[in-house]
């Protein structure tokens, strides 16, 4: 099919059968597998768009989609080649669907390398149908790629950084696929072969560290992990371990099952409902951490006797932006960077009210939060309500019949967490402090800085701040926190309460200060402030510690041992 300058189309179908042969030929001298499968598929339906050009629909999830405008495809397709940089030597194109933008891109750029992810291969025939894009295929210009098992001895050749580019219809559909190339690309000549499913915090770190180590990482989102998909996705990976942050009983089910060790880290408090084990899990083929000593004993009496203690650690980019020059900017007197946990309070007076409470029951149980944190927050031992929903006032209960103790109980928690990340800051707004983090600081005015950038922005605010202040949540009184290691990684002054974990790591006055209430805290932070030397030495020999013992690649190391020596880490395991 040929494009005119009206920007029409000839639908004649013996020119569309010549056009597929001569692409599918040249496609066979570089990806025979490829060919052939494009040979015997079905080519997508092709409609035609107002001006006359072709276009398709797409069904996703029971809805229909256009793939390509319904009006201007190949207008379309060149505003979005026009996104392409020109310096750019090789683009990543996900989602090809019938072909306009790869037949735009191949054509502006005769020494462009283009690479197409399209995992539909009725797309592909119709593409190769409608467009003669043998020259390039033949040249190797232009790399059609599934992201399936046959495209493995390609993608190791493909450059390393192309620029990629989305098609909007088709890039939510195919993001596990680009996913899946990702790992294509890291796994040759790997230590094991290790899923790993998504999650917000730490995974991707952990996942750096493992390829460091050897491992090919197939990451997974967890809203698309079911037992049929675990089970075609291992059929395909031929895994170790399946990981994930926070154990899970119906992961380690669906590993085990198939003959898989399963790998986790617990990070955060788990509800009851996940401190057991299914019928017919493997529990000698699951390896349970866990940063907290209550979680480990929680783990083994869940029945999962491979349980071990691995505290929190620094990610390897702090230590390594620290040596950046830009990081080297005045900083605050004292920096305090974390959410508010004003989001906690909000989410208890958004379920109060799917509750049937009133403005009256909310009052009164406000005030009862603010009693419990006046007479109990400041202490370093207090922990929040009990967590089996005991402490929980009886009028509260008798006016909603319909609420869970438990999970009011975790509510009103995350609102005392509040009170005392509220309450220790503005003690300090007469030294000056600075606030990072999300909207619920504003009202204290500029103090509150801004959200922070995760990476090089916080790192700086780190290093450069004459104090940082650390305040953990209240169930986080007994562990060293994540913001510990990170602030001392960037060699930062770091000012913490004294946890029994931390204590079992650091000394106070040689590699951190800590604070044991308001008034200790305030004249820590005019006392470090005042000496910015020592203050400086004290942080300096924190990083080197952390350096030398507390890093991830540390942890993942733990891990990868523990599981070597229970021989889940070996030569890929059929799957049945």
């Known amino acids: 099919m040929q494009s005119s300058s009206a920007q029409t189309f000839d639908l004649n179908v013996s020119e569309a059968v010549g056009r597929l042969r001569v692409n599918l030929d040249a496609l066979a001298a570089r990806q025979p597998v490829l060919a052939e499968l494009v040979r015997n598929a079905q080519p997508a339906p092709v409609l035609v768009a107002k001006n006359g050009q072709p276009t398709c629909q797409f069904s996703v999830a029971g809805t229909t989609r256009w793939v390509h405008s319904a009006y201007d495809p190949v207008g379309e397709a060149m505003r979005f080649a026009r996104l392409v940089p020109a310096a750019a030597t090789a683009v990543l194109l996900v989602g090809g669907g019938l072909g306009h933008l790869p037949a735009v ?94 999650y917000k915090l730490l995974l991707g770190d952990i996942v750096e560290e493992l390829e460091l180590l050897g491992f090919a990482v197939r990451v997974v989102e967890p809203g698309e992990l079911t037992v049929d998909s675990f089970r075609e996705l291992a059929a395909t990976v031929r895994p170790h371990l399946l990981f994930s942050m926070n154990h899970s009983p119906e992961l380690a089910l669906v590993a085990t099952r198939q003959g898989i060790g399963y790998v986790s880290w617990t990070i955060d408090p788990l509800p009851s409902a996940r401190l057991h084990v299914h019928p017919g899990t493997d ?73 049937g409470s009133n403005a009256s029951l909310e009052a009164r149980l406000e005030a009862w939060i603010t009693e419990e944190f006046r007479a109990h927050g400041h202490a370093l031992t207090y922990a929040g309500l009990r967590a089996d929903g005991s402490a929980l006032p009886a009028w509260l209960l008798g006016a909603l019949p319909r609420a869970d103790a438990v999970e009011l109980t975790d509510r009103i928690n995350g609102t005392l967490s509040h009170l005392l990340r509220l309450h220790r800051v503005e003690q300090l707004l007469p030294e000056g402090i600075h606030v990072w983090g999300d909207e619920g600081w504003e009202g204290f005015g500029e103090a509150y800085r801004g959200r922070a950038e995760h990476g090089a922005q916080l790192t700086g605010i780190y290093h450069a701040s004459a104090v940082n ?45 800590t604070y044991r209430n ?37 942890r993942v190391a733990r891990m990868v041992s523990e599981a070597e020596a229970r021989g889940l880490v070996g030569p890929p395991i059929p799957v049945a």
């Open 105 to 198: 891109l191949v054509a502006r750029d005769p020494a462009r390398l283009v690479i197409v992810v399209e995992p539909e291969l009725r797309f592909v025939r119709a593409m190769f149908m409608l467009f003669d894009l043998s020259d390039a295929l033949r040249t190797g210009r232009l790399v059609v790629l599934r992201a399936a098992e046959e495209d493995a001895p390609y993608v190791a050749e493909l450059p390393e950084d192309p620029f990629v580019l989305r098609w909007p219809a088709l890039q939510d559909v195919y993001a596990d696929k680009l996913r899946h190339l990702r790992y294509l690309r890291r796994r040759r000549g790997e230590r094991g072969r290790i899923i790993a499913v998504a």
């Open 283 to 355: 529990v000698s083929r699951c390896l349970s951490f866990a940063h907290a000593h209550r979680l480990v004993a929680a783990l083994r009496g869940a029945g999962l006797p491979n349980a071990f203690y691995l505290p929190l650690a620094a990610g390897r980019q702090r230590h390594a932006l620290v040596e950046s020059a830009s990081l080297r900017t005045p900083g605050a007197p004292v920096s305090f960077a974390g959410v508010s946990l004003a989001v906690e309070r909000e989410g208890l007076v958004r379920r109060l009210r799917q509750l």
């Open 469 to 513: 202040l650390d305040i953990p949540r209240l169930y986080q009184r007994d562990i060293a926190t994540m913001r510990v290691f990170d602030i001392l990684a960037c060699g930062g002054v770091l000012l913490t309460e004294p946890t029994p974990q931390l204590l079992e790591f650091f000394r106070e006055g040689e590699h951190l200060f």
């Open 518 to 554: 308001d008034l200790e805290m305030v004249a820590r932070v005019k006392q470090l402030v005042s000496d910015p030397v020592g203050a400086r030495l004290v942080g300096e020999q924190g990083r080197q510690l952390v350096l030398r013992e507390h890093l991830l690649s540390h």
